[in-house]
């Protein structure tokens, strides 16, 4: 048995297409139902669709062989006991900071809003520059806007969220892409299962 914890959200819709290519279908019966382990054309495939932020968790635990997650939420989670094989090169977008175009950024101490804490403060520490984070959880972009913080780190993709809410990308922190990643224990145990669909999903690339 294998089981692959899908992201909710633009990840599934990027990633279905690949496993499909792979050979691996989920019918849409079992998409659009309230089930939370669905089938797929195999007997021995199962699939689950989590929250993007707890797929490395369910693979680190073993309660999924196989996931598909961003960059970003591996850098976060730390990714321990999981093993990243492939850059499937979707939900492509940047880490970066961002604030209002006339803030002044420096402060001895600067307010930065994200719910990328791990990759924040490791940014800004290898500067030396002195931050205090502000965990949230979305709509970053209206932190530097009421006053709560000096600037945010998100992901960018199109720029439109920024230009929206008239801000501005400033610097790179990580390119973002998202990654087949595998519970380092079924690695071993399942290896030639697991490389065979490595090798399927690698040629639908
Ligand atoms: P959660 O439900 O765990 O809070 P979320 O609301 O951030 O997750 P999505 O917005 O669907 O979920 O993002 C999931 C992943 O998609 C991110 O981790 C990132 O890798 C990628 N992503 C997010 N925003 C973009 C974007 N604008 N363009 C491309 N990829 C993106
Ligand atoms: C993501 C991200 C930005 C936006 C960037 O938000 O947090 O707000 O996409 O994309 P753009 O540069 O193309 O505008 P998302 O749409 O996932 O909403 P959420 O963070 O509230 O889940």
């Given at each position: 048995m294998l089981t692959i914890a899908l992201s909710k959200g633009r990840i599934l819709d990027q990633s279905l297409p690949l496993l499909e290519k792979a050979g691996i279908n989920i019918p849409k019966s079992e998409l659009e139902s309230r089930k939370l382990i669905l089938d797929t054309n195999f007997d021995v495939i199962k699939v689950i669709v989590i929250r993007a932020s707890d797929v490395p968790v369910f693979v680190q635990h073993g309660a999924a062989d196989l996931g598909i997650a961003g960059k970003d939420v591996l850098i976060e989670h730390g990714a321990?006991?999981?093993?990243e094989l492939l850059d499937l090169g979707i939900s492509k977008c940047r880490l970066?900071?961002?604030?209002?175009?006339?803030?002044?950024?420096?402060?001895?101490?600067?307010?930065?809003?994200?719910?990328?804490?791990?990759s924040t403060k490791e940014y800004?520490?290898?500067?030396?520059?002195?931050?205090?984070?502000?965990?949230?959880?979305?709509?970053m972009e209206l932190a530097p806007i009421?006053?709560?913080?000096?600037?945010?780190?998100?992901?960018?993709?199109?720029?439109?969220?920024?230009?929206?809410?008239n801000l501005v990308p400033l610097e790179l922190i990580h390119e973002i892409s998202s990654r087949l990643i595998v519970n380092s224990a079924a690695f071993n145990t399942k290896h030639s299962e697991i490389n065979d669909w490595i090798t399927k999903i690698k040629k639908s690339l």
């Open positions: 321990d006991g999981v093993f970066m900071v961002a604030s209002k175009t006339d803030k002044n950024l420096n402060k001895s101490t600067l307010k930065v809003a994200t719910k990328y804490v791990k800004f520490y290898k500067q030396g520059k002195q931050i205090e984070v502000i965990k949230l959880s979305g709509a009421v006053g709560l913080s000096d600037c945010i780190v998100d992901l960018v993709d199109s720029g439109n969220t920024l230009k929206a809410n």
